[in-house]
């Protein structure tokens, strides 16, 4: 199966900062990326569907790109609100693994 | 509005046998996957395996294969995870998820079901 790596495990960056997480593939999966944000006690969020597509109703400061292995998901001005998990998740034909998640703190 | 409901949360002991269920409303439930995905204190989320409930198609994570059964009851728009054993380290949240048509990604989630395993 394939396996996500995501970087970095934990992140601290102040409001207004410019954040970016990294996941990487173990094989090519295209564009079957898709990130989610999960806060303290909640279910998770879909933010990002096929690698940079924002689904409906999320904020246009957060967005993801790539395609192949290496993908990246950044928080063009990080918000007070925006303190949670973030997890990217890959699909291959319906084998779905999530990446590790990345701790987002205020500093 | 789309939503899935999912049991409360379970007290067992080891040995014990389990099934949560997850009912979903505000949409077509036999044409939109179903996924499972766990979630150990304090750690991150763990894909399990995930139904088509138009057919039971039914996929398992290779980690999850044989220790847990997936399954759905169309008539009544409800997806099940079971157990017929349970184990200490089965102690999580779980939480269902409907994913899209093509089953790539889940688009609304289920509140959570915590089940505590011990003796």
């Known amino acids: 199966d394939i396996q996500m790596t995501q970087s970095p495990s934990s992140l601290s960056a102040s409001v207004g900062d410019r954040v970016t997480i990294t996941c990487q593939a173990s094989?090519?999966?295209?564009?079957?990326l898709n990130w989610y944000q999960q806060k303290p006690g909640k279910a998770p969020k879909l933010l990002i569907y096929?690698?940079?597509n924002l689904e409906t109703g999320v904020p246009s400061r957060f967005s993801g790109s790539g395609s192949g292995t290496d993908f990246t998901f950044t928080i063009s001005s990080l918000q007070p609100e925006d303190i949670a998990t973030y997890y990217c998740?890959?699909?291959?034909?319906?084998?779905?693994?999530f990446g590790q998640g990345t701790r987002l703190e205020i500093k | 509005e789309v939503q899935l409901v999912q049991s409360g949360a379970e007290v067992k002991k080891p040995g014990e046998s389990l099934k949560i269920s997850c009912k979903g409303s505000?949409?077509?439930?036999?044409?939109?996957?179903i996924g499972w995905v766990r979630q150990m204190p304090g750690k991150g989320l763990e894909w399990m395996g995930i139904?088509?409930?138009?057919?039971?198609?039914?996929r398992y994570s290779p980690s999850f294969q044989g220790q847990v059964t997936i399954s759905a009851d169309k008539s009544i728009s409800t997806a099940y995870l079971q157990w017929s054993s349970l184990k200490a380290s089965d102690t999580a949240m779980y939480y269902c998820?409907?994913?899209?048509?093509?089953?790539?990604?889940?688009?609304?989630w289920g509140q959570g079901t915590l089940v505590t395993v011990s003796s």
């Open positions: 096929d690698a940079s």
């Open positions: 998820a409907r994913h899209t048509a093509v089953g790539g990604y889940a688009l609304n």
């Open positions: 094989q090519d999966i295209s564009n079957y």
């Open positions: 998740q890959q699909y291959d034909n319906l084998l779905i693994t």
């Open positions: 139904i088509y409930p138009g057919d039971s198609d039914t």
């Open positions: 505000g949409y077509s439930f036999t044409s939109y996957w």
